[in-house]
């Protein structure tokens, strides 16, 4: 009996397609193959095999079965369902899944070595080369290491005297050594990760919150229970998720000195043959532990054991283009199919997770203080209305003189800023106008180091134009606000003789340059760093005593859902930096609004407070984590036909009990590349299946081939 093999495609299709497997090809689900689609060939993924019954018209037969590893069947059944879930084609979590299976491998090397064969004619300079060729090196090196022409090199290779092989650079990854000893714990370290350890001692799913302030430990305990997941199984594999890639290069070197080996690196910064090499090793199980961004959740794990997910709360574990989707939640996810302990680590935990730890389905360990001395910064609210800075400056006198405090002492200032450039707007004086991309509804930013406004949505820039594009008039476009770049220059002016560095994406481009700055900050050869949320977290700055936020109210402004529990986050996070070790620390947050619950919370380190009062408000709203949400973006270039198709959107509508539909209403960006942009919002009570609900609404639409419809569940973008 033949059989019919269902073939998942990396591409935005609604569904498998049905092949028919040819005789004697012994395909197994998981399985990597080439099929027709149309006139070509492509690679997909065999997620289902079952028996022909005979009278169905024919398929077209599977091309062939690729020599590559096949993806487990736990990432397989982790694509269908993160699919189901997004309400998107499961071909897209398909498509993440296999980046690493489609990137080039490593290319080979040409070395030459020596054969044995000796030179018919041996001279003074072939002598030399035959010296060296001891080592396989490639030819050039050769030729330079013997001192001579790469001729001489060619003729020894003609002669056959040296051999010429290629090899491809794809070390294999060392296994951790379990036999190390990791840090001393402190009792409440000890007890954090005993609990950790006896969960991922049984096997199966479980989900931890691991709750504590900024350098409590989080880490060393979750490295504990990372080595009493590798000792319990040979095989098992341990992931640990980054919000940020700056964020990874830290991590990573912590588990390289306590495992005694370099772990797989995984995000966008590492090149596509170094992916390669960590998607193989992983599919083969060589590679143990895992350290990188949101899409790590998607590798090929055999068998994976511990997912920890660090610094939990983070936004930038949504992704919010291509496949929608949240990396905590779906890492809780994958963690059920695996069978696998899930961490979630933080010192200002999600109120999602928050919320399942009050109610048990979470395990809640937390962890007291900070390890040691070091004790948690004094903060100190500087009411902006009471001491302003001066015109056209943005930092208040009290801030700058506890810089110049810092300063003399020899200890470290971070200026904190959430935001890139040099001012976010600039407008015409003489009439007004504001400064746009063209196709876009956003404002452009000023970068002094480039001289560019630039669209941070889009990328679009352009060079900051010597008259106003709209009324011509000449020198009259101002720099509202300030941006890193501004803060930077006010600090350089007010203390000339300091070490003053940036630190956001656009100073710091990749991996390699964000672990040079932190080094260097971490050495103590920096006195003032004006830094964006990438220098927010995570880091150990140890002569670090000052941080200053320039402007605290900023995250308030945006109004969406998680606007105060973001800005609590991201100061508390911000604060935390001060003070480690043996030198106490002190915060000072700019603010108009110091009586704000947000900044009463920091200033008293009342976490639980904030919390409770926030939660509160999500429940009397029915807003999560006490209900559910969920956004359809629509865009397209036309605006009647978008208004018009959102319009049946609205009335096909299913009418479902313990669901509401708010919108159609214009996006706050109504224009994104020409493209304008309307929403709905989608509120469920908990119990609602709000993924089912959002697919049977969009089964029941067809959009316009120029209308695109975006699902977000959960959205943490409201624009
Ligand atoms: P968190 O992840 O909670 O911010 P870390 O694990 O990074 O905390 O710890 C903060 C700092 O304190 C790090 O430099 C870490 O090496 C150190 N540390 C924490 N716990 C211990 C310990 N038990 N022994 C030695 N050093 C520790």
Redesign the pocket.
């Known amino acids: 009996m033949s059989r019919i093999a269902s073939v998942l495609i990396p591409m935005p299709l609604p569904e498998a397609f049905d092949y028919a497997e040819p005789e004697g090809m012994g395909l197994e689900p998981g399985d990597q193959v080439s099929v027709p689609l149309g006139p070509r060939l492509i690679r997909g993924v065999v997620v289902q095999l079952r028996e022909a019954l005979g009278g169905n018209r024919p398929l077209k037969p599977v091309a062939e079965r690729l020599a590559e590893p096949p993806l487990p069947p736990g990432t397989v059944e982790f694509v269908q369902w993160a699919a189901r879930y997004a309400v998107d084609a499961p071909g897209q979590p398909l498509a993440i899944a296999l980046r690493g299976a489609r990137a080039p491998k490593p290319r080979p090397v040409r070395m030459v070595a020596a054969t044995g064969v000796l030179p018919a004619r041996p001279t003074p300079a072939r002598s030399r080369v035959l010296e060296a060729a001891a080592i396989a090196m490639p030819p050039a090196d050769l030729a330079r290491a013997a001192g001579v022409s790469s001729g001489v090199v060619k003729g020894l290779v003609d002669e056959g005297v040296l051999a010429v092989r290629e090899v491809t650079a794809d070390p294999a990854f060392a296994p951790p050594d379990l036999g190390r000893a990791g840090?001393?714990?402190?009792p409440s370290?000890a007890a954090a990760a005993e609990g950790l350890s006896a969960m991922v001692a049984p096997g199966g799913f479980a989900v931890a919150l691991l709750d504590?302030?900024?350098?409590?430990?989080?880490?060393?305990?979750y490295l504990e229970a990372a080595a009493a997941a590798l000792a319990r199984d040979p095989g098992a594999q341990v992931l640990i998720l980054l919000p940020e890639i700056a964020l990874t290069q830290a991590v990573i070197a912590?588990v390289a000195r306590r495992f005694g080996a370099e772990p797989g690196e995984w995000h966008s910064d590492v090149a596509p043959p170094g992916r390669r090499r960590v998607w193989e090793a992983v599919a083969a199980g060589s590679c143990r532990i895992v350290v990188g961004a949101r899409s790590a959740l998607f590798l090929p794990f055999r068998k994976l054991s511990l997912i920890v997910v660090?610094e939990e709360h983070d936004g930038s574990f949504k992704q919010e283009d291509g496949f929608i989707y949240q990396a905590r939640d779906l890492a809780v996810a994958r963690g059920k199919i695996e069978d696998a302990l899930v961490v979630l680590?933080s010192?200002t935990p999600s109120l999602e997770s928050l919320r399942n730890a009050e109610t048990g389905r979470y395990r809640w360990l937390r962890?007291a203080a900070?390890?040691?001395t070091?004790r948690l910064p004094d903060i100190e609210l500087v009411d902006l209305r009471q001491t302003p800075p001066e015109a056209g400056r943005w930092l208040s006198p009290p801030l700058v003189q506890a810089m110049g405090e810092t300063w003399a002492r020899g200890e470290q200032s971070l200026l904190f800023l959430n935001r890139r450039g040099y001012a976010p707007l600039v407008l015409c004086k003489a009439c007004g106008e504001r400064m746009t991309a063209p196709d876009t509804d956003s404002w452009l930013v000023e970068h002094r180091y480039t001289g560019r406004l630039v669209c941070h949505l889009t990328g679009f820039s352009m060079p900051k134009p010597a008259a106003c594009p709209h009324c011509g008039a000449k020198e009259s476009l101002v720099s509202i606000g300030p941006g890193v770049e501004r803060v930077e220059e006010e600090a350089r002016a007010l203390f000339p003789e300091a070490r003053i560095a940036v630190f956001s994406s656009d100073t710091v481009f990749d991996a390699r340059e964000a672990r040079r700055l932190v080094e260097t900050m971490a050495a103590g050869e920096i006195d003032i760093l004006v830094a964006t949320q990438a220098a927010a977290k995570?880091h150990?700055f140890p002569k670090l005593t000052l941080v200053g936020v320039v402007d605290a109210d900023l995250g308030l402004r945006g109004g969406d859902l998680r606007a105060a529990e973001r800005t609590y986050q991201l100061l508390a996070q911000a604060t935390g930096r001060a003070g480690?070790k043996d030198r106490p620390g002190r915060a000072l947050l700019q603010t108009y609004a110091p009586e704000h619950a947000v900044m009463q919370a920091l200033k008293a380190q009342d976490r639980d407070a904030f919390v409770a009062a926030e939660m509160a408000e999500r429940e009397l709203a029915g807003l999560p984590p006490f209900g559910r949400l969920a956004a359809v973006i629509g865009s397209g270039p036309d605006a009647a036909q978008l208004d018009a198709f959102m319009q049946g959107m609205a009335a096909a509508a299913p009418n479902t009990p313990g669901v509401e539909v708010y919108g159609p209403a214009d996006a706050p960006l109504g224009l994104v590349r020409g493209r304008r942009r309307k929403r709905f919002l989608v509120r469920a009570d908990r119990g609602v299946d709000l993924s089912a609900y959002m697919a049977a609404w969009r089964a029941r639409v067809r959009p316009p081939g120029q209308i695109r419809v975006a699902i977000d569940i959960d959205p943490y973008s409201f624009l």
């Open positions: 840090a001393e714990l402190n370290q504590g302030v900024t350098g409590s430990g989080k880490t060393e305990v912590r660090d680590a010192a962890l900070r390890h040691g070091a995570g150990n480690r």
